[in-house]
């Protein structure tokens, strides 16, 4: 099931084929190269770059980097770790925008408080909230608008069973996320303001 995810608009109509993505295959890493990319079939596809599912264009993009010293691994892990414990828990956190950064955290904690309201009229801005859609979707938006630590319920888990879609194989996997992304999207957007109207030339 997916996990992550970070949404970009796509402002006209677009189909992506085979013969589009067949360039721009993945291949494996050389000695002279530390990193590549590129896209892969999946699976049981027969080599096929592009699945569709429940009216979505799918594609599989993978990234193959070469082995690096045991300091960089650890340098790095710490960084996850941050990341994580920056992510983690329900609530939000708030950063002030000003040269000070500073951030009060909240988990578990009630958001609809005066103290709460305190801080964001003193200009502090939220950088993380977990928020859950119709309960059926959870997920935690961050400051970049991307949905993390996303997690479908027990409602939609028994719609699948309902319908025979099976969460534990791929095209049952992405006919769940994709039904489920489209209100959470609309609803979403439209709780942000919705999208910026096109300014005319």
């Given at each position: 099931m997916i996990k992550n995810a970070t949404i970009y608009r796509v402002t006209k109509p677009v189909t992506i084929v085979h013969d589009n993505l067949e360039p721009m295959a993945f291949s494996p890493?050389?000695?002279?190269q530390q990193k590549s990319l590129g896209?892969?079939?999946h699976g049981d596809d027969y080599g096929?770059?592009?699945r569709v599912n429940s009216g979505a264009q799918?594609?599989?993009?993978?990234?193959?980097?070469?082995?690096?010293?045991a300091a960089t691994i650890a340098e790095k892990v710490a960084q996850v770790c941050k990341a994580i414990e920056q992510n983690t828990g329900r609530a939000c956190e708030l950063k002030a925008c000003d040269e000070s950064s500073?951030?009060?955290?909240?988990?578990?904690?009630?958001?609809?408080?005066?103290e709460v309201q305190t801080h964001l009229a003193q200009?502090?801005?939220?950088?993380?909230?977990?928020?859950?859609?119709?309960?059926?979707?959870?997920?935690?938006?961050?400051?970049?608008?991307?949905?993390?630590?996303?997690?479908?319920?027990?409602?939609?888990?028994?719609?699948?069973r309902f319908h025979?879609?099976?969460?534990?194989?791929?095209?049952?996997?992405?006919?769940?996320a994709i039904g489920e992304f489209r209100p959470l999207l609309a609803e979403l957007i439209a709780a942000l303001g919705?999208?910026?109207?096109?300014?005319?030339?």
């Amino acid at each position: 099931m997916i996990k992550n995810a970070t949404i970009y608009r796509v402002t006209k109509p677009v189909t992506i084929v085979h013969d589009n993505l067949e360039p721009m295959a993945f291949s494996p890493t050389t000695f002279t190269q530390q990193k590549s990319l590129g896209w892969v079939p999946h699976g049981d596809d027969y080599g096929w770059l592009v699945r569709v599912n429940s009216g979505a264009q799918v594609m599989r993009l993978r990234v193959e980097t070469r082995t690096v010293p045991a300091a960089t691994i650890a340098e790095k892990v710490a960084q996850v770790c941050k990341a994580i414990e920056q992510n983690t828990g329900r609530a939000c956190e708030l950063k002030a925008c000003d040269e000070s950064s500073a951030k009060v955290r909240y988990t578990n904690h009630p958001l609809l408080t005066y103290e709460v309201q305190t801080h964001l009229a003193q200009g502090k801005q939220p950088t993380s909230l977990a928020m859950e859609f119709d309960d059926r979707v959870s997920f935690t938006l961050t400051d970049n608008l991307q949905l993390k630590k996303i997690d479908f319920g027990d409602k939609v888990m028994e719609k699948a069973r309902f319908h025979d879609i099976n969460p534990g194989d791929l095209d049952g996997s992405l006919a769940i996320a994709i039904g489920e992304f489209r209100p959470l999207l609309a609803e979403l957007i439209a709780a942000l303001g919705g999208f910026p109207e096109t300014q005319k030339a």
